[in-house]
Structure formats: C-alpha cells, structure tokens
C-alpha cells in the first residue's frame, strides 16, 4: 500500500521549516539568542512532526501541534526573548541547546555515530538531582541509548513504582501494535424491521470512539451530525420517516466506572458517548461530566434525527442491536495513530481507556479494565520489553494499582524510535514538548529548566505524592536519549517535583557529555 503523501499544509509547513533552518544554520553559536534557539527547537518539532506524517497518521485537526509553529512565528516575527506567548514568564538558556540540523538529524533516526555520554558524567549529573526528593521518597529512573537500547544510567531502574498517567506511553505502543495507526473507530446505525403495529427500530451502535462530537465544528472527530445526515437521507430513500431509537453499549464489558469512582477527570467508561461526556465546551483537561454519557448522546441524537425529518417514537432505549440488523450508516474516528498522539499530548484519560479497550478487542479480549489491562501487558510482552513487576489496572494511569519500571518505560520509547519502528513513532511524535504543547506547555519556562524548552519531549505522571516524566532528549552532542525518572513518596511540594524531574531532563539536553 503506498504511503500517504503530506497534504499541502503540511508540505507548506516543512519548506518554512526548511527557511527557518537554513536562517539558523548561517549563524555562528556566538550570535545564537534566546528566540534563535527557542525557534530552532520549535522548527525541530515541527519537522519531526510533518516528516512523520506518512508513518504516524494525519496532522491532528486540533491544532495540538500548530503550537509550536505559533510560537516560532511569533518569535521570530517579534525579534526578542519573550516567552509569554507560551504561559511562561521567560528566561534565558544559560547555554545554547543543540543547533535545529543536529536535533532534526537525530530525531529522524537515531544517529549511532554521535558520542555517547559517559556514565560517569551522567551519574554526577542526574544523582545529585534525584537525592533532592524528600525522606521517604521512593525513586527509580532510567537513562538509554535510543539508537542501541543500551542503558547509559540508571538508578533502580528494574523497580516498578506507580507511574500516574507516563501508563499512557504503555497504552500507546499496545494499541499501535494490536489494533495499528490507521485503525478507526467506527459508530453506526442499523436498521431492525418492524413489529406489527410498531415501526422499525434504529439503533445507534457504540464502537468506543469517545472523540464522536455533538458540536457542529467537529474539527476532524466523527461527527454526530454527520451520522444524522447519512442516517436520515438512507431511511428517506427507503421510505421510512418513523422509527423507535435504541442505543447499542455492548461492545464493553465490565464495570463502566473507573475504580477511583466519579471524577472530573473521567466520563463513565462506556462504548457509546459523545465529546467524552463533557458538560462543557471543553476538549482536554477535568471537566463536569455526564452520568450516562450513552443515553445523552442517544437523546441528542433522536433531536438531530427529528431536525432532518424523522420522527422518533418514544425516548431513547439501552437495548443491544439483534444479530440480522441492517447497517444504515457510519462514521468513524480519525486513525488510532492521530488518537494516540492526542491521548499523549493532552493525558487524556478518557481516550486512553478507549485505546486500552480497542487493545483488548483486537487481542481477542475482553473490552473491559482487566481485559484492556491484560492485552497492553500481552502486546508489550510481544514486543520484547521488560516486564518484572509491571502491572496494568487501567490503561490511564489514574489507578494506584498500577506498576511500571523506568526499564520498562525508557524499552519502549527506545523501540518506536527504532528506524523499523514507524508504526510506533506516533508514540514519540505526541509527547507533549516542553513549553509548547499539552501538559508540558506551562513547564520550563524558567531557572534551570529553560535548557529543556522545546528539546525535552516527555509524557508526564502525577498523582498526590507520585511524579513521574519519561520521553527523549537530544543532548549536545547531537545523540538521541530516553529518559524516565520516577518517584513515589510523601504528599510533598508538587511544583518542587516537577522542578527536580524537569532539571534532571534539561541536564541532559545540556550534556556534551563524550
């Protein structure tokens, strides 16, 4: 099958990418300022990003990556070392992070011919950080070779500690393995005949996409509206403009609520829903939720069918559609590559649970939090990467109960790096990077962590008392690194965390360390 080419946006994108590089490259690293290297590193982003579309889905329609050519734009255009665009308060590197050419060549595929450091430097400069946790603080962290695998530091790093939402990095690669980066997620409607007196019975089928939108600017999602409009134009021609409306939740299994209850930070999980279940206009983050997010999105539904003229006889029913049911239209999601980015970018919850159940689907398991936790450990089994100690009680990482070594975690950021890794490189390509996008948009933005912005990509963990931060770096030298760094102890200073995983991170951008 031939590989997708990049749509005329993005190929836009990449030959500015290309000016602003060959801008960067005249510069001798004496004249390189704060919005030369912040830019660089934006470009760098952006790069990878377009370069990876063949391989890892479709530009999110989100604009969740846009973000870094924003900032570099914005930057470049205003000449100065303002970094307010971004939420930071802005600082200056106190030394200049590697030039865009160099971060481009490594991140394109791991280049084994650049020095590696020597683990002695590395020890003098990462120990020191991880010994600021508080007393009684459990830390374990990983430093590897992204080209070979090797491990170049660690600490601990085969001890499996609760890892908060870095999960989501094991849920990613499940899902690219199992179900692939151009599966969709589809939601349907089929057709039962009438009985006697009572007209024919639609039902709207839930396939487990949670990013199905009810708004009218679907941005890319499977839109609800658009299932109306087919749903209502196929039953028009067939003469049908009367129907009963059930809703179809069968394809999960299990209890639909996360074991930490119900919480702003995740919708009830079912197979059925819309914009996640959100009360809100919101797309990321916590938010107020429905309490049958399934049945909402019915009732919406019956509204839209109505508006386009066909009537719907009585409300909504939970009723699982028969065997012989006849399909009348569908859409579906965009491709679990471009999904999986998102649940990266944003720590979407919701979405990793989706994915962690369409792991368990095509796994041959049950769709269920034990089921999806069972098929991410068989994949990641599959895949070669260690596992002592790891357990999976939800593909989000809001479950205490879940274990993860930084082993584990640096493995598998390792392999979708790999130049035979394409299928897992949306698994990189949506870390959220360090004051530009997603979680990571309002970090780095000062102190000893300003060497990171816009070289540090890394997917963050936090619980009270747990941090977590584990992604890729290219240091100085130009080699490509995975990195995480875990800890697990006392309710202490959350911001005071961050900071320390957020050093031990730009310590390593800013490591010439051969």
Known sequence: ????????????????????????????????????????????????????????????????????????????????????????????????????????????????????????????????????????????????????????????PSDALTPASTTKVATAVAALTAAGPEHRISTRTVLEPAAGKDPARLVLVGGGDPTLTARADARGNASLHDLADRTARALTKAGTR????????????????????????????????????????SSSGPAPRSADPAKDAAERFADLLADRGVEVKGGPASRKAAGGARE???????????????????????????????TAIAAG???????????????????????????????????????????????LLARAARPDGSALRPALTGLPVAGFTGTLRNRYSSGAGAEGTGLVRAKTGTLTGVHALAGTVVDRDGRLLAFSFMTDGPAADPAAAQSRLDRMAAALVACGCA
Not at 379 to 397: H, T, Y
């Open 1 to 156: 099958m031939p590989e997708p080419k990049p749509s005329l946006h993005v190929r836009r994108l990449v030959e500015r990418s290309k000016a602003l590089l060959t801008a960067v490259r005249t510069l001798r690293p004496t004249e390189l300022g704060t919005w030369q290297v912040t830019t660089g590193a934006a470009v760098a982003g952006l790069a990878l990003a377009a370069g990876s579309l063949a391989i890892a889905g479709p530009w999110d329609a989100s604009g969740q990556r846009t973000a870094e050519r924003d900032r570099a734009e914005a930057l470049r255009s205003g000449g100065g070392a303002h970094h307010e665009a971004a939420g930071g308060s802005g600082a200056r590197a106190r030394k200049v992070p590697p030039r865009a050419p160099v971060v481009l060549d490594a991140l394109g595929v791991p280049d084994a011919r650049a020095p590696l450091p020597r683990r002695s430097v590395l020890a003098d400069r990462l120990g020191p950080l991880l010994k600021e946790a508080p007393p009684g603080t459990r830390t374990a962290a990983a430093v590897v070779d992204a080209a070979t695998g090797e491990l170049l530091w660690g600490k601990d």
């Open 242 to 281: 009367e129907v009963r409306l059930a809703y179809d939740t069968s394809l999960y299994a299990g209890p639909p609520v996360h074991p930490i209850g119900r919480n702003d930070n995740i919708a009830t999980v079912t197979a059925l829903m819309v914009d996640e279940g959100r009360l809100d206009d």
């Open 328 to 358: 009348v239209a569908a859409v579906a999601s965009p491709p679990v590559a471009a999904l999986v980015e998102r649940m990266l970018t944003y720590s979407d919850n919701d979405l990793a649970e989706a994915l962690a159940r369409q």
């Open 365 to 411: 398991r049950e769709a269920s939090f034990k089921g999806g936790g069972a098929a991410i450990k068989q994949e990641l089994d599959k895949a070669g990467v260690p596992l002592g100690g790891v357990r999976f009680a939800d593909g989000s990482g809001l479950a205490r109960a879940d274990r993860l070594s930084p082993g584990t975690l640096t493995a």
